[in-house]
């Protein structure tokens, strides 16, 4: 649990750190709260030559309220995200979803940007994003470009973020007043990855489904969007044969492999329950 | 009643914080301040740090090693491996059952995570980066994993530096990768009882590897006064005095020359009783060196390569006759000890003392057969906050006597009942050679039964199992009931030492002028608040209060010989050396007073904190003013000061009991069992501190609760273990932690000094069969007798799954 050798930079300005990244190229790896990737640094499996720590720029700190969606700093941690009343107030799933995320001390120091810029399909805000249809913003050398976060995720650990670029912002656009949401997790303990978890985001008008989508947490190679299991939803009153037919679906994408969290059938299987399980949450509060 | 001075007997008493005294814990001012001094706190001048190359395979023929990297590493002091260790016949060390284990692999690696090299260094962080560069090449060889294919006829040779050898230290070995059969009970008798008799039921229970897992990990340093030829190792060690024991004999060095110092120790469970290549390999780097060295394990290292716990596959046949009256048991094992029998057992029990198995049920006939075996795993095999076994013994006939209850088709409460040990049958000799020294079991059963409102909550769960029926809920109610009897405070020397090391234990006592005091015991605290509840005992016996009695443990340059804390051994025998030297001492202040009050001993009595003129208790002296009468009269016939020591050899061991009833929830769904209630009422005799006691319920309830529910060092076929790091090892915050309703009866022991029986084991032995008892039963009617633990969410939708509830 001794890393190797490192040499620490702590920039000042989001210029500073690009300038970094371009000057250090793949030796560099920015450092946001630490708590995925110094892990990997004391296991030796992660060994950058450079780490550019954020923490310092005060940029990719905060909430901004635009209106119709949230710009949130990159650096922003998940207790300022449990402790923002607007934004519990518009989106109470980002709220749901921190709190389950490891524990107080953890979620002082743990970030939004690193829990969705990482790429761990362990990780729980990259399913959030692909509910909320959230926009990346990503700042490199050639100049801030926009990434879906539907599109972002290629396979564990491996996104669409290119080297040299920080991921700066989160924009989320507000959901309808009146939606409901559901983060439903299933873990082993406080601290664990989800064995598996389900975000779900659905309106209703005149006591049918008019919007949903739904997503999955540590049941790929990436967290899932459930494209089909929200179709399944959308024009039913949310009956059972309509949620069958979303779980079916989401089940359908999940390609949990086997580890001390249980075997394939069972992980698949809670998938399904946390599916199940997020829709009637989600029914229960929207209005 | 008043006293001359105006006190009564109940403020006098009170003062003291001595028996029975819900007194505040000396030690936690420093522990929740961060003020502890623990080993890694530890620097010296000059002071160097080791590293260990472990072994990726769990099998392998090591070809070649190649240091020079490493060596050429600015700051790197020395590399050590086997070849550099056999010179000094160091390259293999004596186990504490008999056995020995390399301290750097000889050869071959026999698990995953075996010391291959040693590094030293000046720092830690170049320690770690000359182990990245240390080239190793290794020939892959199959494993040996599932212990029941272990005496397979083509099994794979582990040990091969025991080839040729047909006795081991417990018997024949009668294949290569066998240790020892250790049997017990009349053999002949039980099957002949299983053959005749009514009902017999029997199962097959896996209790799977687990780690003791201490907060701190385990640790040394090791510092060589080259000028003096005096070695001084400050290390995690549960048993001090053993440890320097045994590096004298190992070592050559005079016994004289070695000072070993356990600090502050954050928990230890067992795990910190053997001798580690860690240490051995410090204090070789030491000596060689002529500086101190510091050796730290992390994390994923003491789970892997120290001492593990458990790993008992057991067999058990239970005869009955149909009304539920138990006429035989018996039992056969199959304990996986890894590559190396580094158990921590007393020498003449192989098997610990699992021959408690027969639990707290008067059962006439038992026999009982444990086969040891060699696995491609780390080497260990300890008492997990338990006697030698005895939570494995408490666990098989506990989940066995609910088998029996299903097959009887009878309440499991009621088996218990009929069987029960009655209160006028101890002392009582068990089938397997224990004598039980008290119990009241049926007064304990009754009380905890009543408290849970049992009979309500069988009510409940036929409710719960119809409306599951109904298809009006998916989750399933069960109840556990465990009643346990430990055995514990060993021991006896006349059948108890550890590599000859009789298995007394210690106190000795000095009585300052002015009425303090300072105890130093052969044991070690590692977090039991020795340093608080020994000074209550002293209190109780020498009548000075307990705060003005300092406690002092784990230096054996100071303390007098004993042989450490483990198996809930400290109360049972340190606690009754403490008694046993207190007396001492109140023997020679009754002489004292006699002189200062011109009587004839016998004319005084003992009241609380003084000794009185009989009939006229206005003519006294108190301890304070005895104590300083001892160093300032010249009276005749008695030597001046007023000190005391206690070698204490305990004419039985203890055993403690308890009834313990786990209330669960079982969501078949997803497999996630919730605790609702968990009621553990303990019989540890005299009670020292309650609210000690309460604690030490608390954790090992918390341990139990971990062990069934989630703990498992597990090992794939080609001997990869997972469950080496606490992402996946489970232990419990607070959340995952029911609330614990604690009780207690009291039962004394008839032989110990003060009647005290030790409780820090019991949660943990008496804990485990109640939660894996409940998760059974919640499925019991469905047909369910037995699943395996830990009943983690997918083990227990496996249950489920069978049974046909999901899909």
Same mark, same amino acid.
């Given at each position: 649990m001794i890393?190797?050798?490192?040499?620490?930079?702590?920039?000042?300005?989001?210029?500073?750190? +690009?300038?970094?990244?371009?000057?250090?190229?793949?030796e560099a790896r920015v450092v946001a709260g630490g708590h995925s990737l110094i892990p990997m640094m004391k296991l030796r499996l992660a060994q950058p030559g450079h780490l550019v720590d954020l923490q310092d720029i005060a940029a990719l700190k905060g909430i901004k309220d635009t209106g119709a969606g949230f710009e949130i700093g990159a650096m922003t941690t998940q207790r300022e995200i449990i402790q923002s009343a607007a934004l519990t107030a518009a989106c109470p799933i980002l709220k749901e979803a921190a709190e389950q995320i490891a524990d107080p001390q953890i979620r002082y120091c743990g970030t939004l940007g690193g829990n969705v810029a990482n790429g761990d399909p362990g990780n729980d805000m990259p399913a959030i994003m692909l509910a909320l249809?959230? +926009?990346?913003?990503?700042?490199?050398?050639?100049?801030?470009?926009?990434?879906?976060?539907?599109?972002?995720?290629?396979?564990? &650990?491996?996104?669409?973020?290119?080297?040299?670029?920080?991921?700066?912002?989160?924009?989320?656009?507000?959901?309808?007043?009146?939606?409901?949401?559901? &983060? +439903?997790?299933?873990?082993?303990?406080?601290?664990?990855?989800?064995?598996?978890a389900a975000a779900v985001v659905l309106t209703m008008s005149g006591g049918k489904c008019a919007s949903a989508a739904v997503s999955l947490t540590n049941v790929g190679d990436t967290a899932l969007f459930a494209a089909a299991a929200g179709a399944a939803l959308v024009g039913s009153s949310l009956d059972q044969a309509a949620i069958d037919k979303a779980v079916q679906a989401a089940v359908g994408i999940a390609q949990p492999s086997k580890d001390t969290r249980g075997p394939v059938d069972f992980r698949k299987s809670v998938a399904g329950v946390m599916v199940r399980r997020a829709i009637e949450a989600a029914a229960k509060r929207a209005r | 009643m008043?006293?001359?001075?105006?006190?009564?007997?109940?403020?006098?008493?009170?003062?003291?914080?001595?028996?029975?005294?819900?007194?505040?814990?000396?030690?936690?001012?420093?522990?929740?301040?961060?003020k502890g001094k623990y080993v890694d706190d530890m620097k010296l001048p000059g002071m160097v740090f080791g590293d260990f190359v472990r072994s990726p395979y769990g099998h392998a023929r090591i070809k070649k090693i190649d240091k020079s990297k490493a060596l050429a590493l600015p700051g790197v002091k020395a590399v050590l491996t086997a070849d550099d260790l056999k010179p000094l016949n160091l390259h293999y060390m004596p186990t504490l059952a008999g056995d020995v284990q390399a301290v750097l692999a000889v050869d071959k690696v026999l698990f995953q995570g075996q010391e291959v090299a040693f590094v030293v260094a000046t720092d830690r962080y170049i320690a770690a980066d000359a182990v990245e560069l240390i080239e190793v090449e290794y020939e892959d060889l199959p494993c040996v994993i599932d212990p029941l294919k272990a005496m397979d006829k083509d099994a794979p040779v582990l040990r091969h530096d025991l080839e040729g050898k047909t006795e081991g230290a417990h018997g024949a070995r009668r294949h290569h990768n066998h240790i020892f059969t250790w049997e017990v009970g009349d053999a002949a008798a039980t099957d002949k009882a299983l053959g005749s008799a009514e009902v017999v039921a029997k199962e097959f229970l896996s209790y799977q590897r687990v780690h003791p897992c201490p907060l701190?990990?385990?640790?040394?340093?090791? %510092?060589?006064?080259?000028?003096?030829?005096?070695?001084?190792?400050?290390?995690?060690?549960?048993?001090?005095?053993?440890?320097?024991?045994?590096?004298?004999?190992?070592?050559?060095?005079?016994?004289?020359?070695?000072?070993?110092?356990?600090?502050?120790?954050?928990?230890?469970?067992?795990?910190?009783?053997?001798?580690?290549?860690?240490?051995?390999? !410090?204090?070789?780097?030491?000596?060689?060196?002529?500086?101190?060295?510091?050796?730290?394990?992390?994390?994923?290292?003491?789970?892997? /390569?120290?001492?593990?716990?458990?790993?008992?596959?057991?067999t058990g046949e239970i005869a009955a006759t149909k009304d539920g009256r138990i006429t035989a048991l018996k039992c056969h094992v199959v304990a996986d000890h890894g590559a190396f029998d580094a158990c921590a057992d007393p020498t003449k029990f192989?098997?610990?003392?699992?021959?408690?198995?027969?639990?707290s049920y008067d059962i006439p006939t038992a026999f009982l057969s444990v086969d040891g075996v060699y696995t491609n795993k780390a080497p260990g095999g300890v008492a997990?906050?338990?006697?030698?076994?005895?939570?494995?013994? !408490?666990? @098989?006939?506990?989940?066995?006597?609910?088998?029996?209850?299903?097959?009887?088709?009878?309440?499991? /409460?009621?088996?218990?009942?009929?069987?029960?040990?009655?209160?006028?049958?101890?002392?009582?000799?068990?089938?397997?050679?224990?004598?039980?020294? !008290?119990?009241?079991?049926?007064?304990?059963?009754d009380k905890a039964l009543a408290a849970v409102d049992y009979k309500g909550l069988r009510a409940e769960q036929k409710k719960n199992r119809e409306d599951f029926a109904a298809g009006k809920t998916r989750s399933l109610m069960g109840i556990g009931i465990a009643f346990f009897t430990e055995i514990v405070g060993a021991g006896p020397v006349k059948n108890c030492d550890i590599l000859g090391l009789g298995m007394f234990d210690s106190c000795e006592i000095r009585i300052h002028p002015t009425g303090s005091a300072i105890a130093r015991l052969g044991t070690i605290s590692q977090g039991q608040g020795h340093a608080t509840t020994f000074a209550q005992i002293l209190a109780t016996e020498i009548g000075l209060p307990a705060s003005m009695i300092t406690v002092e443990e784990g230096d054996t340059d100071t303390a007098p010989y004993g042989l450490g804390t483990y198996g809930s051994r400290s109360t049972p025998v340190a606690g009754a050396a403490t008694a046993m030297a207190g007396r001492k001492i109140r023997a020679k202040a009754q002489m004292i007073a006699a002189y200062l009050l011109e009587v004839h001993d016998s004319d005084l009595e003992w009241d609380v904190d003084r000794f009185q003129v009989k009939g006229a208790p206005d003519r006294f002296k108190t301890m304070q003013e005895i104590a300083f009468a001892a160093y300032n009269k010249a009276i005749p016939g008695i030597e001046p000061g007023l000190e005391a020591v206690s070698y204490y050899d305990p004419p039985n061991m203890t055993y403690p009991f308890g009834a313990y009833i786990c209330v669960a929830d079982i969501d078949v769904d997803t497999g996630v069992t919730a605790i609702r209630r968990f009621y553990a009422l303990d019989d540890c005799g005299t009670r020292i501190n309650p609210m000690i006691i309460e604690g030490q319920v608390h954790g090992g309830l918390t341990e139990a609760l971990a062990i069934a529910m989630g703990q498992e060092i597990a090992y794939d076929e080609n001997g990869n273990v997972s469950g080496g790091s606490l992402l996946d090892f489970f232990l419990p915050t607070a959340v995952e932690t029911p609330a614990w309703e604690t009780d207690f009866t009291v039962t004394p022991s008839p032989h110990h000094p003060i009647g005290a029986?030790?409780?820090?084991?019991?949660?943990?032995?008496?804990?485990? %069969?109640? @939660?894996?008892?409940?998760?059974?039963? /919640?499925?019991?009617?469905?047909?369910?007798?037995?699943?395996?633990?830990?009943?983690?969410?997918?083990?227990?939708?496996?249950?489920?799954?069978?049974?046909?509830?999901?899909?």
């Open positions: 890393p190797a050798a490192f040499d620490y930079h702590r920039p000042a300005s989001l210029d500073d750190a +690009v300038k970094l990244l371009a000057q250090y190229g793949d249809d959230a +926009v990346y913003l990503a700042k490199g050398p050639a100049g801030t470009r926009e990434l879906k976060a539907r599109d972002f995720y290629e396979s564990a &650990y491996a996104t669409k973020l290119k080297e040299g670029e920080i991921l700066t912002t989160i924009r989320i656009p507000k959901p309808p007043a009146g939606h409901g949401s559901a &983060y +439903v997790k299933q873990k082993r303990k406080i601290g664990d990855y989800a064995t598996a | 008043s006293a001359a001075d105006g006190t009564s007997v109940q403020e006098r008493t009170d003062k003291l914080e001595g028996l029975g005294c819900k007194r505040k814990r000396v030690e936690d001012a420093r522990f929740t301040q961060g701190e990990t385990c640790g040394c340093v090791a %510092s060589m006064d080259k000028i003096n030829s005096h070695l001084t190792v400050w290390g995690t060690f549960q048993a001090p005095h053993a440890v320097r024991t045994v590096a004298s004999l190992i070592s050559g060095i005079p016994e004289h020359k070695i000072r070993i110092v356990s600090p502050d120790i954050g928990g230890g469970f067992g795990n910190k009783v053997g001798v580690y290549p860690g240490y051995i390999c !410090s204090i070789v780097a030491s000596i060689v060196l002529g500086v101190p060295v510091k050796w730290i394990e992390d994390r994923i290292e003491n789970l892997t /390569a120290t001492a593990f716990a458990r790993d008992y596959h057991m192989p098997a610990g003392f699992f021959n408690i198995c027969t639990g997990y906050r338990c006697s030698f076994r005895v939570t494995e013994a !408490s666990y @098989f006939i506990e989940r066995m006597i609910d088998v029996l209850a299903r097959k009887l088709n009878m309440d499991p /409460a009621e088996v218990r009942r009929k069987n029960f040990i009655r209160k006028e049958q101890f002392p009582y000799k068990s089938a397997l050679g224990w004598e039980y020294d !008290s119990g009241d079991y049926d007064t304990a059963f029986k030790g409780v820090g084991e019991s949660p943990n032995v008496g804990g485990v %069969s109640a @939660f894996s008892n409940a998760v059974c039963d /919640a499925f019991a009617h469905l047909g369910l007798t037995h699943t395996q633990m830990p009943h983690d969410h997918w083990r227990v939708w496996k249950t489920a799954q069978k049974l046909g509830l999901v899909e």
